[in-house]
């Protein structure tokens, strides 16, 4: 199979890289247009194409992959666009699948990943806020007739109150 083979779908890029040198040693059109606007970039370094604020996650990217097999990174290049990198090794060649990331993808990515990490922290503050309340009816049970009444109000809003004995003093978190 042979690059040209592949220019077919121009979404993707495709490279074989060096990955002691980061030296491109052959990739398709889309490859090339991704990087650098339309010229050929083989015989280029990977590292001398990339912005400089990328060139560090980059490195580290051909690091991880010739190591570990595989990695993503996310770097901008001449064209100033996002390009998504995926990058698998095999043998001493790192073999690299491009595609561009829009600023609408990569926005709705990026929120969908806040609104997960947002909901696992809400959760568990619940949790906490739980434990907390269930700890508390636990004091104010065991103090009996002391007329402990503990109020709170957790993230959803919703009011909890256990309340103990005759005498009632409100407790505010």
Known sequence: MKWSDLDGHSY???AKIDPDTGLIQSCNSAFSRMLSGGESV???RLLSLCSADCLENLRIALINADKMGGCMVRARFSR?????LNLASEGSTVFAVAHERTDAEGDASEIADLRKKNETLTQKVIDIQSNFIRLMHE???????SGIAIHTTNVTGNENQSIQGQNVKDVKK
């Open 12 to 14: 993707f890029g495709f």
């Open 42 to 44: 083989v015989g280029s």
């Open 139 to 145: 004091l104010a049970c065991k103090a009996g007739d």
């Open 80 to 84: 100033d666009v996002i390009i998504e």
